[in-house]
């Protein structure tokens, strides 16, 4: 990989993960590797714009939980909803009960069954609450909050993308993207995202380490989460891909609202 990679892997994470359209002059593996390195980065600035709504939300005299829906709002319509509507399509095709084919099949559909619109439910509730109980802690938790989980939802599709994980499909974009991460820049994301969550430090250091346990929890949410994607439907596809996202992030916000609840 070089810099016309990276460069390259950039502009295709912010074409991929938001809503802002971007030229990209080429598309292949190598530079689809960076895309998913890039991600975590993309999603911390995500977090960041969250948070910061939520924050001058509350500071124009809106109830928290105002501020946190219409934060969460702007987040999803920042990336198109595509992550909610993997994690709504995934759920849908787990809950089918269908073989693999069946259950792909039901993923591919643009309509969302009951399985899809409660797993919408609590997840989007569960941000919410999650993201407006740290903003009645602390301006600076949510926003620290926000930055942890944005960083590590994306980070759970930085390390799905490893030689191990196979695709779902011959197409799509599971398959361009299975496999293009190597240890090594895993593992220096992974650092990375570690050590965004010393951003709880604003707070205090017991918020700092509730976010570094979130982001851990997170990922391990979305690891089973895809260890049993992978069994049913045979690897990866881009709804895994969103669905993972939304788990991570929502976890980091439930474990830190439950510290900054215990401090």
């Known amino acids: 990989m070089n810099g016309a990679d990276a460069v390259a892997g950039a502009r295709m994470a912010v074409g991929t993960f938001t809503v802002w359209p971007v030229r990209v002059d ?33 500071s124009w005299g809106w109830s928290a939980p105002l501020a946190a829906l219409l934060a969460v709002g702007l987040g999803a319509l920042l990336t198109r909803g595509l992550h909610l509507d993997g994690l709504a399509d995934l759920a849908d095709g787990l809950g089918s009960g269908r073989p693999a084919e069946g259950a792909l099949e039901v993923m591919r559909r643009s309509d969302i069954g009951p399985f899809g619109v409660i797993t919408l439910l609590v997840a989007v509730g569960a941000q919410v609450l999650a993201l407006a109980q740290l903003l009645e802690a602390s301006p600076w938790a949510a926003l620290a909050g926000a930055v942890a989980a944005g960083a590590t939802g994306r980070l759970a599709v ?48 017991a918020f700092a380490a509730a976010c570094a346990a979130g982001a851990v929890l997170g990922l391990l949410a979305a690891g089973l989460l895809l260890r049993r994607a992978v069994r049913r439907l045979g690897g990866l596809t881009g709804d895994v891909l969103g669905a ?20």
């Open 244 to 263: 993972l996202v939304e788990t991570a992030a929502t976890t980091v916000l439930l474990v830190a609202a439950a510290a900054i609840g215990a401090l």
């Open 26 to 58: 080429r598309v292949d593996r190598a530079v689809a590797g960076w895309a998913m390195c890039w991600a975590p980065a993309l999603g911390a600035l995500l977090g960041a714009v969250t948070g910061a709504v939520a924050v001058a939300g509350a």
């Open 158 to 205: 930085t390390l799905a993308c490893s030689p191990r994980v196979p695709s779902a499909r011959p197409d799509g974009l599971g398959s361009f993207v299975a496999g293009t991460v190597r240890p090594l820049p895993a593992a220096v994301c992974s650092a990375g995202v570690l050590a965004l969550c010393g951003l709880g430090l604003v707070h205090s250091p």
